[in-house]
C-alpha cells in the first residue's frame, strides 16, 4: 500500500520546470476507462418436479453454517467491536443525500447457542455525544435493557434491535435454522452472479435469504418492511468482506439498504472467539417473551387536548407533537400534520367540534422531517389544500404518489378521485383574516416556515423552537426572522413546544 501510495504521490506531482522550451508531445488518443455499474436484479421462481422436487432448503442453510464456522465455535461466544453509520436521511437539512449521520461504537457479545446477543453502545451525532453507553440484551423475539442485574423488558427499543440484528449473519443463521417453514423460493441475479433463494414467514411478511451456490456464503437478507410516511419499504441487509476469524469466517462490513439507499453500515473493528464463562451475562431474564415492533412513543397518536390560544385558535397537543388549528376567515387551517393517518383524523374530529358547520380545510406544512409530514396524505384524501415553502413541493409530491400496497390508507383508497392542491411559499404568504406565513430563512431553517396569526398575537415557530431553557441557534433564526418581518408575538408554542411567552424567547436570543 505504501508503494502505491508513492507511485500515485510520483504520478501527480507537477515535474520541476526547467529553463528550456520543451516540445510538446503528440496528443495520444484518449483512454477510456470501463466504469463499473450493478447488474439489475432478476429473479427466477423455483421449478417444481414431479416427485415434488427441486432443492431442499435444510442443506443449504446447514452448509452456510459451516463455512461461515457457526457449527465449529463449540463452547465459544463471538465478541466484536463495530461503528455503526446511521444515515438520517429522515431529519437532515434536505430531501437529498448527502444526509448527516449518527454514529454508534458498539461492543457486542453474541451467543450462537442461544441467539442471544448483548451490546453496549455510545451514540455519537447531531452535536452531541458521546452518550454514556446503553446496553440491551436480545434474542429475535424480545428485548431486555439496563444493567445485569437489573435487565427489565424494553418493548419500545425491539423495533431497534429488530432492526440491527440481520447485520450480524450468525444471528440470521440462527434465526434461520431455528424456523419451520423454510423453502426454497427460487434464484435471484444479485451483485453479478446468480444466488439461490431461501424463504420463510415471519408473522410480520415473508423475508428472503440469498446464498451463493458455489461457496455456500450467505449473500444477503431481503425482506419487507412497513413504514409510516411510505407505506412499505424494501429493507436488504447485504454481507460483505469476509475474513477468517479463528474457526470462524465472518464478513467484515455490513449494510442496510432500504428502497435500495445504504441506510445503516457497519464496519467492524475486532472479532475474536472468547470461551463463554468470559463474556457478561447472555442469559435472557425471560425466554419466553415475545415482543413486537411497537412504534416509537414521540409516533404513537395518541388522543390530542386542547389549548386555546386565541378566539378561534387552539394547540392540538399529545405527548408526541403539537399542531395548531385556526378558523381564519370562513378557512379552517391547519399548522402540520405529524404522526400519521389516525392524528390526523383525531385532528379532523376536533375541527368538527372547536368550528362547527362546513368550511375549508388548508394545511400548512412547515418542514419536511418525515415524522412532521407523515398525516398529509391523509389531509390530501380528504380534499383540504397543502401550504408549503416553494422547495418542498417535489417531495411531498413523492409522499402523496408512493402506493400504499402492504396495508392502503385512505388515500390510497382514494386512489383516481382525491387530487394534490398545493400553494407554494417563497418569501411570505397572507392567509385570510390577516394572518401570514414567513421563511424562516436561516442557515438551519432554509426552507422552513413559521405563521403569525395577529388576532391572537401568536406565533407558531414549526420545529425550530425546541427548548426554552438555554439559547439555542434555531431559535434564533425563528427571532431574526419575526424581527424582519416586524411582528411583536406575546406568545409562541411549536411541536415539541408548549405555549410560551415569546418575551423568553426573545430573552435568549438577546443573549
Known amino acids: 500500500m505504501l508503494a502505491l501510495l508513492i507511485a500515485y504521490h510520483l504520478a501527480f506531482t507537477p515535474s520541476t520546470l526547467v529553463a528550456h522550451e520543451i516540445t510538446p508531445p503528440t496528443p495520444a488518443a484518449p483512454i477510456t476507462v470501463p466504469v463499473s455499474v450493478p447488474v439489475a436484479e432478476r429473479c427466477e421462481a423455483a421449478r417444481s418436479s414431479a416427485a415434488g422436487g427441486g432443492p431442499a432448503a435444510e442443506p443449504i ?18 465478541h466484536y467491536r463495530a461503528v455503526d453509520v446511521s444515515e438520517q436521511n429522515f431529519q437532515s437539512d434536505r430531501t437529498y443525500p448527502p444526509y448527516f449521520s449518527y454514529t454508534f461504537s458498539r461492543d457486542v457479545w ?21 452518550l454514556p453507553a446503553s446496553v440491551t440484551l436480545s434474542s429475535a423475539h424480545a428485548t431486555f435493557a439496563g444493567r445485569d442485574t437489573l435487565l427489565r423488558p424494553t418493548p419500545q427499543a ?20 431455528a424456523a419451520g417453514d423454510v423453502r426454497v423460493a427460487g434464484r435471484c441475479l444479485y451483485r453479478e452472479a446468480w444466488r439461490t ?9 415473508e423475508e428472503r435469504l440469498y446464498v451463493d451456490p458455489e461457496s455456500g456464503f450467505p449473500v444477503k437478507l431481503d425482506r419487507e418492511e412497513p413504514h409510516y410516511l411510505w407505506g412499505q419499504v424494501r429493507a436488504e441487509y447485504l454481507y460483505s468482506t469476509w475474513q477468517g476469524v479463528g474457526a470462524a469466517t465472518l464478513p467484515v462490513a455490513s ?17 475474536a472467539l472468547a470461551p463463554r464463562d468470559s463474556a457478561p451475562r447472555l442469559t435472557l431474564p425471560d425466554t419466553a417473551v415475545v415482543m413486537t415492533s411497537e412504534t416509537p412513543r414521540f409516533l404513537q397518536p395518541l388522543p390530542p387536548d386542547t389549548v386555546r390560544v386565541g378566539a378561534n385558535a387552539f394547540l392540538l397537543v399529545n405527548p408526541g407533537y403539537t399542531h395548531a388549528v385556526a378558523l381564519l376567515g370562513d378557512t ?41 409530514v407523515a398525516g398529509v396524505r391523509y389531509w390530501v384524501a380528504a380534499g383540504a389544500t397543502i401550504i408549503s415553502h416553494r422547495e418542498s413541493r ?8 408512493r402506493r400504499w400496497t402492504r396495508a392502503p390508507d385512505l388515500l390510497e383508497r382514494r386512489r383516481g378521485k382525491a387530487q394534490f392542491r398545493f400553494t407554494a411559499v417563497a418569501d411570505s404568504l397572507p392567509l385570510p383574516g390577516g394572518a401570514r406565513l414567513y421563511a424562516i430563512d436561516g442557515i438551519g431553517s432554509e426552507g422552513a416556515l413559521m405563521a403569525y396569526l395577529p388576532a391572537a398575537r401568536f406565533l407558531w415557530a414549526s420545529d425550530y423552537i425546541q427548548t426554552t431553557t438555554q439559547p439555542s441557534s434555531y431559535a434564533a433564526e425563528v427571532w431574526r426572522a419575526a424581527q424582519r418581518a416586524g411582528i411583536a408575538p406575546e406568545r409562541t408554542a411549536a411541536q415539541h413546544l408548549r405555549l410560551t411567552p415569546w418575551s423568553v424567547v426573545d430573552s435568549l436570543a438577546r443573549r
Open 61 to 78: 442453510l446447514a452448509r452456510a453454517a459451516d463455512v461461515t464456522g457457526l457449527d465449529r465455535v463449540g463452547s465459544t461466544v463471538l
Open 110 to 130: 453474541f451467543d450462537p447457542a442461544t441467539g442471544a446477543e448483548r451490546a453496549a453502545s455510545q451514540m455519537t451525532g447531531g452535536g452531541v455525544g458521546p
Open 158 to 177: 425491539h423495533a431497534s434491535t429488530a432492526a440491527l440484528r440481520p447485520l450480524n449473519v450468525w444471528a440470521v443463521l440462527g434465526d434461520w435454522r
Open 197 to 205: 433463494v431461501l424463504a420463510r414467514g415471519t408473522g410480520a411478511g
Open 255 to 271: 449494510f442496510r439498504l432500504v428502497d435500495g439507499a445504504t441506510e445503516m453500515a457497519r464496519s467492524f473493528g475486532t472479532l
Open 332 to 372: 379552517v387551517v391547519v399548522f402540520d400534520a405529524t404522526q400519521r393517518e389516525e392524528r390526523s383524523r383525531q385532528d379532523s374530529v376536533w375541527i368538527g367540534k372547536l368550528f362547527p358547520g362546513r368550511h375549508p380545510i388548508a394545511v400548512v406544512v412547515t418542514d419536511l422531517a418525515w415524522p412532521h
Open 394 to 401: 417535489a417531495f411531498l409530491g413523492r409522499v402523496v404518489d
